[in-house]
């Protein structure tokens, strides 16, 4: 791998205010002695050279070396064992050994999708064994550099320990921000670089000195300055026609062996789409009672929307044929995610020649029930206020219908594939400034545009809720730093996240969850915090209740004392303890009005911004079948979440199965109608509560 030498890294990053040892080099181990003069002891000595990227493990370094005598003896000792494991050094650096302190790793990687990712953590020669580090997509702020160090592990060993003074913090963010802020020298070095590490940095009460500097996948450094405006995404596109087309044309219908292609015309039939709806064949008149033309290139003026289901190999050439209609959807798969890149260039060069908007390929489409598009069998849903962008079609189909089953409902949807022309970062860009559109999920494997996506995603005004696949895959290229080892898919999506607000889940039943909630709450008007109180039945469901919104990084804070009095005056307390999560009766035989007094009794003296009441449902019905106790409980809710309108009110239906048919259902209406989310299991409402406090957080104090 090309590299550039050490001393010359280090000269180089002086300019963007990164303290180095003073040194010198030499060509030979007797120049090192006359290199050493006028430099203060102790000394160090290394080898420098193409073979020697890890120094430490070719045994290229010699520490603690008290005169420049000393230095001359060791590298001719050194020369002599890298001789002996044919090694041929280009030269020896000799430097002025730093003072002791906490040694700090601050590197940067170049990641295939997002572009440069800065790196921090704790270790020196022991970073691969700690593993204690922390990552954000470059550029980073002021306000990133001091998080990524409240991340780590060992963070209190930066503020002294055992009567050791703590580093001087500010030097370290200063290194950090050299490395990774807009201007540094992750920026500055572009495209001339796969990774950057300073490691170790050695930080002490009174600095941060980088005594080690590695430069790979160049061997030069770049002078000049790189220029400006070059990291700003390109304005959305207007897909206005992409989700409500005039007119639609379906290539790949069959009069004699129905397909695919057959299949969407009959979704559309079922939709009832009123705009023009054509069949592409060379020689029907009609197909299934749609008309036909011979060609794209007869199609109506109107029609806004080429559907093509036809063998990968020919796609280009239909595509060709759509001159004048602003998008194609190609469905067929056999591109790049079977190995034929080469035919998806083809592809796009094809959009390109005809200058239509390709979609896709390997991609269902476009769902927007006030617009007429669909890719799914049945009567569309109702329009709502719920998008999403997905690489799979089979996912979010299964989104839209059991979110739809669940109550909610889509604004626009849209299935991307291979992305190889519209992206992603394009269509967010686009719903983010969507007046019909309140929140937006995401499916993703392979962004395409990361770093478009992570630019856009900063200046997102609404929540977006992020499901991401493959992040677990073992993909990337041996790394040659030990930042490049420890930079993987996972960790970079969740420096996105910590960086843009956007909520992370790791599962569909969790995204569906997250949007309903955020759907249905994302107007309050909420206070800051990570608090939340759980109130229902159980104490053993309630100490569970305690452990899941935990985990999730939520507070369950406790009651002040005067809250503990009015707790009793409602009859609380006896048998259990006044807590959060509190325990209160709820069933058949139980006051319905008690929940909602305790929680108006609750947030006089502490506002919680998140409530969660949950329900044994079985406990209904254990001895008798009568359904209105439930839902009359709901109601109550309903008029308790009407009461706080700057409070979240969440309610979890255990056990629903125990109820009969329709009854959750009934609920859930009732629960909806009021604004209030529903949820089978405390983790699923656990993970849809940490989503709503990631949006609010950042709609309070924006993003770093």
Known sequence: MKS????????????????????????????????????????????????????????????????????????????????????????????????????????????PAFGPVLLVGLGGVWTEVLRDTALRLCPVTEADAHSMLAELRGAALLNGSRGRPGIDRDALVRVMLAVGSPGGIVDRLG???????????????????????????ADTLPTGRRPAGDRQPRAASGFDRLFAPRGIAVVGASTRKPGFGNMFLGFYKAAGYKGTLLAVHPTAGDIDGVPCVPSLTDA????????????????????????????????????????????????????????????????????????????????PGRPGRVAMISQSGGLAGEVIKVGERRGLAFSKVATVGNSADVTPAELLRYLAADDGTAVIGLYLEDPRDGRG??????????????????????????????TGGM???????????????????TGQDDLIGALDFLDLHSARDVGP???????????????????????????????????????R??????????????????????????????VTAIVADRPFTDVVAHVNVQSFFTFGTSVEPL????????????????????????????????????????????????????????????????????SRHGTA
């Open 191 to 217: 495209d001339g670089f796969t990774e950057f590490e300073l490691n170790p940095v050695i930080c002490g009460p009174h600095g941060a000195v980088a005594v080690d500097a590695r430069l790979l996948g």
């Open 569 to 598: 005056d409602l009859g609380l307390g006896a048998g259990s303890s006044l807590a959060n999560p509190l325990e209160i009766p709820v069933g058949p035989q139980a006051d319905p009005d008690l929940v909602r007094g305790a």
């Open 300 to 379: 109506a003026p109107d029609v806004d929307y080429a559907l093509v289901a036809v063998p990968a190999a020919r796609c280009a050439d239909v595509v060709r044929q759509a001159a004048g209609i602003p998008y194609v959807q190609v469905m067929s798969g056999g591109f790049r995610e079977m190995g034929a890149a080469d035919l998806e260039a083809g592809l796009l060069a094809a959009a390109r020649e005809a200058g239509v908007r390709l979609l896709g390929p390997n991609c269902m489409g476009v769902y927007a029930p006030a617009g007429g598009q669909t890719f799914l069998g049945g009567e």
């Open 453 to 482: 996506l992570f630019e856009t995603l900063r200046e997102v005004g609404k929540p977006v809720v992020a499901l991401v696949g493959g992040r677990s895959r073992q993909g990337r290229t041996a790394a040659a730093s030990h």
């Open 4 to 111: 550039v030498p050490e001393h010359a890294v280090k000269a180089w990053i002086r300019g963007f205010g990164v303290a180095v040892p003073r040194g010198a080099t030499a060509s030979s181990p007797e120049g090192v002695g006359t290199a050493a003069h006028g430099l203060t002891g102790p000394l160090v000595v290394k080898a420098y050279g193409p073979d020697l990227v890890h120094k430490s493990d070719a045994g290229a370094v010699r520490l603690g070396l008290e005169s420049p005598p000393a230095a001359c003896d060791a590298a001719a000792e050194m020369l002599t064992a890298l001789a002996a494991r044919g090694v041929t050094p280009d030269g020896f650096l000799v430097e002025e050994q730093a003072a002791p302190g906490v040694e700090v790793i601050v590197g940067a990687v170049r990641d």
């Open 487 to 505: 930079v993987s898919d996972t960790r970079v999506w969740s420096a996105l996240a910590a960086q843009t607000g956007v909520a992370l889940v």
């Open 631 to 698: 839902l009359t409980y709901a109601r109550r809710l309903g008029a308790l979440q009407e009461e706080l309108p700057r409070t979240r009110v969440t309610l979890v239906l255990r056990n629903s199965e125990c109820a009969p048919p329709g009854v959750e259902d009934d609920v859930r209406r009732i629960a909806r109608g009021a604004g209030i989310p529903v949820y089978r299991t405390m983790e699923a409402a656990a993970v849809a509560v940490a989503a709503g406090k990631t949006f609010s957080a950042r």
């Open 529 to 567: 915090g990570r608090d939340v109180l759980v109130i229902g039945p159980s104490g053993g469901a309630s100490v569970l209740a305690a452990d899941v919104f935990d985990t999730a990084g939520l507070e369950l804070t406790a009651f002040p004392d005067e809250t503990k009095a009015a707790l």
